[in-house]
C-alpha cells in the first residue's frame, strides 16, 4: 500500500463552486501535513501547512486533518478558473522525507 | 516569484555533453533538496543536504553529482545522462533537514536527447 493515496483525476467543476480534494495516508507517525499547488511548468508552490489534526483557513482554501481516520482535506470556495493546477497532498513525520500523494488534477471551467 | 532561484529554466542536451544546473536560497534554510518530477508523477527526492553536507543520496546513478558549495546555494552536475533522466529537476529548501514545510523552485526541465 502507498503511504499517501491521492485520486488522480481530473475533477471538473464549474467556477464559483466548493472544491473537496482528499488524500488517505498510512503512516501514523506523520505530523506534518501539506498541500501544494502545480501549475503545468512550474514547481510545486506551498499552499496550505498544518501540523497534528484540526483545521486551517487561509482565504478561499480550508484544510483540514483527521489523524484518527488518517483522512487530509482541502476544501476551496467560489472555484476560479485560475485554480486549474495539479494539488499534490504530503506527508511527512519531521524525520523523515516528505511523501507525496500522486496529485490531483482539478479544471475549473468559466 | 518564488523564494528558491533555479537555473537555467530549460536545458537540452546531448548525452556525451556535461552541464550542471543551479538553486539558490537566501532565506537562510541549511537544509537544500533536489528532486526529480516526471510527468504527471509527484516529484522523487534524490538528495539532501544538510549544513552544506550530503545527507541522503537515494540511491542516484553516478551520472547525477550534487554539489552544496556554501549554504546558498546548491549544484547538480550532470554527464553521460541517458533520454530517460528527461525530465523537471526541483529544488527545495527548508530551514532544517525534517523541518517543514519545504519550499520549492520553478525547476529546470531537462531534455536529453
Known amino acids: 500500500q502507498k503511504e499517501v493515496e491521492q485520486d488522480p483525476g481530473p475533477l471538473s467543476v464549474p467556477e464559483g463552486a466548493i472544491v473537496s480534494l482528499n488524500c488517505t495516508y498510512s503512516n501514523s507517525a506523520f505530523q506534518y501535513f501539506m498541500w501544494y499547488r502545480q501549475y503545468s511548468r512550474k514547481g510545486p508552490e506551498l499552499l496550505m501547512y498544518t501540523y497534528s489534526s484540526g483545521n486551517k483557513e487561509d482565504g478561499r482554501f480550508t484544510a483540514q486533518v483527521d489523524k484518527s481516520s488518517k483522512y487530509i482535506s482541502l476544501f476551496i470556495r467560489d472555484s476560479q478558473p485560475s485554480d486549474s493546477a495539479t494539488y499534490l497532498c504530503?506527508?511527512?513525520?519531521?524525520?523523515?522525507?516528505?511523501?507525496f500523494g500522486k496529485g490531483t488534477m482539478l479544471l475549473v471551467s468559466p | 516569484d518564488t523564494e528558491v532561484t533555479q537555473t537555467p529554466k530549460h536545458l537540452v542536451m546531448g548525452m556525451t555533453n556535461k552541464k550542471s544546473l543551479k538553486c539558490e536560497q537566501h532565506?537562510?534554510?541549511?537544509?537544500m533538496y533536489w528532486y526529480k518530477q516526471k510527468a504527471k508523477k509527484p516529484p522523487e527526492l534524490m538528495f539532501v543536504y544538510s549544513y552544506e553536507k550530503l545527507s541522503i543520496n537515494e540511491s542516484v546513478p553516478s551520472r547525477f553529482s550534487p554539489e552544496c558549495p556554501n549554504s546558498s546555494l546548491l549544484n547538480l552536475h550532470l554527464h553521460a545522462l541517458q533520454p530517460e533522466d528527461s525530465a523537471l529537476y526541483l529544488c527545495?529548501?527548508?530551514?532544517?533537514?525534517?523541518?517543514?514545510?519545504?519550499?520549492f523552485g520553478d525547476g529546470t526541465r531537462l531534455s536529453i536527447l
Open positions: 527545495a529548501s527548508s530551514p532544517r533537514q525534517g523541518d517543514q514545510p519545504q519550499h
Open positions: 532565506m537562510g534554510h541549511r537544509a
Open positions: 504530503a506527508g511527512n513525520s519531521g524525520y523523515s522525507t516528505l511523501t
